[in-house]
């Protein structure tokens, strides 16, 4: 079953350091999200992609952060400036584009900033 | 805004039983999603509700959507161990499907034996 994919699954970088992290959404799927969970809180939506452009994004996704489709198949979400509060879990999700199907989620990246 | 509240936020059960869990969300949301988490992984999608009165069931998991109170259930009938996790609904506002999902804080579930 096709399935997202994220790497890498852990990085520990230190502050004011670049990070970038990568996913494979589905191969036929057109629509793509950020999310992170702080550790033992709620998930929280970042940014959504689609057609090569932002489609959304929430008060969280300021301009440290930018993502980009560079190649057709990844997706990426760099932090240009690591914050220690950046610490999360960061999934990537994707949806085929039909309102009716569900956002399927990668295996995420736990990111340590220290 | 969208905002969503879940409970209770934690629940311990024993084997057998049966319990709700419950979803209130503040303004009309199109579409209702309930994921299961469990620990150090990722979200797995369980049901989508798109319509006031849907009903979705599968196994010993029942979810249902009241648009009107702006309520969604997630019913678990005679509870069994291996669905000890964390549940989380989430909704979503305005039309599409690039819309990025507002997640409740979730139901950490144990079951006992």
């Known amino acids: 079953e096709p399935e997202v994919t994220q790497t890498p699954s852990h990085q520990v970088t230190q502050m004011g350091q670049e990070v970038i992290l990568r996913c494979v959404p589905i191969?036929?799927?057109?629509?793509f999200y950020w999310y992170r969970q702080i550790l033992g809180q709620k998930v929280e939506f970042l940014v959504s992609?689609?057609?090569?452009?932002?489609?959304?994004k929430s008060e969280i996704f300021d301009d440290q952060f930018s993502v980009e489709r560079p190649d057709g198949s990844n997706f990426t979400l760099k932090i240009r400036s690591t914050k220690l509060e950046d610490s999360a879990m960061y999934f990537c999700a994707s949806n085929i584009g039909l309102a009716r199907e569900t956002q399927y989620f990668g295996p995420g990246t736990r990111l340590l900033v220290l | 805004e969208l905002k969503v509240e879940q409970n209770p936020l934690f629940l311990s059960m024993q084997e057998g039983k049966n319990y709700t869990i419950y979803c209130n969300y503040s303004?009309?949301?199109?579409?209702l999603y309930w994921y299961r988490q469990d620990p150090g992984k990722s979200l797995e999608s369980l049901f989508v509700l798109l319509s006031n009165g849907a009903v979705k069931q599968e196994g010993r998991l029942m979810a249902s959507l009241d648009t009107k109170a702006r309520l969604s259930t997630l019913h678990i009938t005679a509870a069994v161990h291996d669905l000890s996790a964390t549940y989380f609904c989430a909704g979503v506002y305005s039309g599409g499907g690039a819309d990025g999902l507002t997640f409740g804080k979730g139901t950490h579930l144990i079951i006992q034996p």
């Open positions: 191969s036929n799927h057109l629509y």
């Open positions: 992609f689609y057609n090569n452009e932002i489609s959304e």
């Open positions: 303004t009309t949301s199109d579409r």
